[in-house]
């Protein structure tokens, strides 16, 4: 079965800081991986996807991402983080043969101004 | 707007009540999505629908839940009985088969609150 684990729960920074939120996921085969955000009161929006091609990914609002196979790893980053950054950040993956987005716990970020 | 509907958005109920939530997907997605999410928890997938056939369930969906999509467009997500522990946000998504990679678009879900 595919799993997804985000190392960190909870993540404080201030305003310019680096961000970097780890993900790594279980299945050994061909999969599309996802960032999905989720500002307060809002619903969840995908943020950037990886399904082939250039390893590093660009989203929204400045965000990024590298796909590491060898470490089956698909880490999230942003170089300057801004107080609207304040959300939580879901690493998901949808693998073949499994037909289901599958989500990990979950990183709450706040940044302080 | 979303594209994806979510009705109610709040419902409180008591133990014991059966509920019925509606979701209506983006037009042309022939896939629709039920998952629920508790407070520190990613999305749990619940079961999903290729147009009007529901094609896989997940062993959280105990007997007391029941999802219908009669004509592959919105669908409906039935608690009966309800428990304090079905207490959660119960999101809808949709996607294109075909477009599997392009991931999936939420809507903002119903907040269940069983008292």
């Known amino acids: 079965a595919q799993s997804v684990s985000q190392h960190n729960h909870h993540v404080i920074l201030s305003e310019a800081a680096s961000l970097e939120l780890g993900c790594n996921y279980s299945?050994?085969?061909?999969?599309?991986l996802f960032w999905y955000v989720q500002y307060p009161g809002q619903h969840l929006q995908l943020l950037l996807k990886y399904f082939s091609g250039d390893p590093l990914v660009k989203g929204i609002k400045g965000f990024e991402a590298e796909f590491i196979k060898s470490k089956f790893s698909f880490n999230l980053r942003k170089p300057s983080v801004q107080w609207s950054d304040t959300a939580e950040y879901f690493c998901?993956?949808?693998?073949?043969?499994?037909?289901?987005?599958?989500f990990g716990t979950g990183t709450r970020l706040l940044v302080s101004p | 707007d979303t594209g994806v509907s979510q009705d109610p958005r709040h419902k409180i109920t008591k133990r014991g009540q059966n509920v019925t939530f509606r979701c209506d997907p983006i037009?042309?997605?022939?896939?629709l999505y039920w998952y629920r999410q508790t407070l520190g928890q990613g999305p749990e997938f619940l079961t999903y629908f290729q147009n009007e056939a529901q094609l896989e369930k997940s062993r959280l969906l105990s007997d007391r839940f029941s999802a219908e999509r009669p004509k592959g467009s919105f669908s409906t997500l039935e608690i009966q009985r309800t428990e304090q522990g079905d207490s959660a946000m119960y999101l809808c998504?949709?996607?294109?088969?075909?477009?599997?990679?392009?991931?999936?678009?939420f809507g903002s879900g119903t907040r269940l609150t069983v008292v």
């Open positions: 998504a949709s996607s294109r088969s075909d477009r599997e990679a392009q991931g999936y678009t």
């Open positions: 037009s042309e997605h022939n896939r």
């Open positions: 998901a993956v949808i693998s073949t043969g499994f037909q289901k987005l599958v």
């Open positions: 299945y050994g085969g061909t999969v599309n």
